[in-house]
Nanobody, 127 residues
Framework: QVQVVESGGGPVQAGDSLRLSCTVS????????MGWFRQAPGKEREFVVA?????????ADADSVKGRFSISRDDAKNTVYLQMNNLQPEDTAVYSC???????????????????WGQGTQVTVSS
């Protein structure tokens, strides 16, 4: 059974950095495409960034996180990371990690692409 567990969230100040971790159990992480999503209060869940099995990175079409957020993976630890720099109050959200074993990456930015989800971790950025 595949389990996805995020950690590393918490309260920070605007301009701070934070690194979220996502550990996958059940299969080795390099067999999955891994994505990060977030959901702010009163808003729909939105795609943040993903890393394909082949090591390609896919950002959201909007420029809200490009240049500030990055994704990386440590296959030895079966963990993927979301590095968030220069955090702003609008980044406040529950951040969720997801795994997909789907072939192809056409829908990698869509939530339905992912079969396995973590419970989410809260990130709160104050000004």
């Amino acid at each position: 059974q595949v389990q996805v567990v995020e950690s590393g969230g918490g309260p920070v100040q605007a301009g701070d950095s934070l690194r979220l971790s996502c550990t996958v159990s059940g299969r080795t992480i390099n067999t999955y495409h891994m994505g990060w999503f977030r959901q702010a209060p009163g808003k729909e869940r939105e795609f943040v960034v993903a890393a394909s099995r082949a090591g390609m990175t896919y950002y959201a079409d909007a420029d809200s996180v490009k240049g500030r957020f990055s994704i990386s993976r440590d296959d030895a630890k079966n963990t993927v990371y979301l590095q968030m720099n220069n955090l702003q109050p609008e980044d406040t959200a529950v951040y969720s990690c997801a795994a997909s074993s789907t072939n192809g990456v056409y829908y990698i930015r869509r939530a339905y692409f992912y079969a396995y989800w973590g419970q989410g971790t809260q990130v709160t950025v104050s000004s």
